[in-house]
C-alpha cells in the first residue's frame, strides 16, 4: 500500500479517527435517560449492548449511525485520493474501538467495519450481509456469523480486484478477531449465547 504515510492521509487517519470515536451508542442512551451504558451487560457501547435495555430504537440508531460513521469517513476523505479513503477507514475503525473520550474503550467494531465497506466496495459489503445472514441462519450465534464474514471480506476484496481494499481489510479483520477473543473463547467451549437465547449474567458480548 505505497503512498499511505503522507501528510494527507495521516490527516485523514486523524479526520477518521475522530469521526469513529464519536460515542453513539454512549450518548444515545444517556440522551434517553437510560443511564451509562458501560454499567450493563457486557460494559459495551456497541449495539448489541444497547439492546439489553430493552430500547430495540436506540439499539437500532446506534448500529446505523456507528454503521455510518465509517461510511462517512471513507467518502468524506475520498476527495483527497484512495489512499486518503483508506487510511480515515483505518481510524474509523479505531476511533470506535478506542475513542479518546472514553479512555479508549469503545465498541467491537463490526458495524464500523460494515460501514467502511459499503464507503469503499458496497458489493463486499453485501456479500458480507449474505455471508453473515446465512451463518446465523446455521449457527444462531451473531459472533461467528460476524468472524466468519469479516474473514471471508479480504479474499472477497481480492476476487474483486481490490488489492489495496483487501489489505486493509486484513488489518481490518485482524483488529475485530482481537476484540472479540472471549467471544472466540466462549464459541470454542460451546458457552457463546445464541441469537434470541436469554443469559442471566453476560460479562462479555
Request: without cysteine; proline residues 3%.
Amino acid at each position: 500500500m505505497q503512498d499511505l504515510f503522507t501528510t494527507t492521509t495521516l490527516l485523514a487517519l486523524a479526520f477518521g479517527y475522530l469521526l469513529g470515536s464519536i460515542p453513539f451508542g454512549f450518548l444515545l442512551t444517556k440522551a434517553a435517560g437510560m443511564g451509562d451504558i458501560r454499567a450493563i451487560g457486557s460494559h459495551n457501547i456497541g449495539a448489541t449492548n444497547v439492546l439489553r435495555t430493552g430500547r430495540k430504537d436506540l439499539a437500532a440508531a446506534t448500529l446505523l449511525a456507528d454503521a455510518l460513521k465509517g461510511t462517512a469517513a471513507v467518502l468524506i476523505a475520498w476527495q483527497w485520493g484512495p489512499y486518503a479513503a483508506i487510511a480515515s477507514g483505518l481510524g474509523a475503525i479505531l476511533g470506535h474501538m478506542f475513542p479518546v473520550w472514553l479512555g479508549f474503550k469503545g465498541g467491537k467494531g463490526v458495524a464500523t467495519y460494515i460501514g467502511v465497506l459499503l464507503g469503499l466496495a458496497w458489493p463486499a459489503a453485501l456479500i458480507f450481509g449474505l455471508i453473515w445472514i446465512a451463518v446465523a441462519w446455521l449457527t444462531k450465534y451473531s459472533s461467528l456469523s460476524a468472524l466468519i464474514a469479516s474473514g471471508a471480506t479480504p479474499l472477497v476484496l481480492w476476487a474483486l480486484g481490490q488489492p489495496d481494499f483487501a489489505s486493509l481489510f486484513l488489518l481490518l479483520t485482524a483488529l475485530v478477531w482481537i476484540k472479540h477473543h472471549a467471544n472466540i473463547s466462549r464459541l470454542l467451549a460451546g458457552t457463546e449465547t445464541k441469537i434470541g437465547a436469554k443469559k442471566a449474567a453476560v460479562t462479555d458480548h
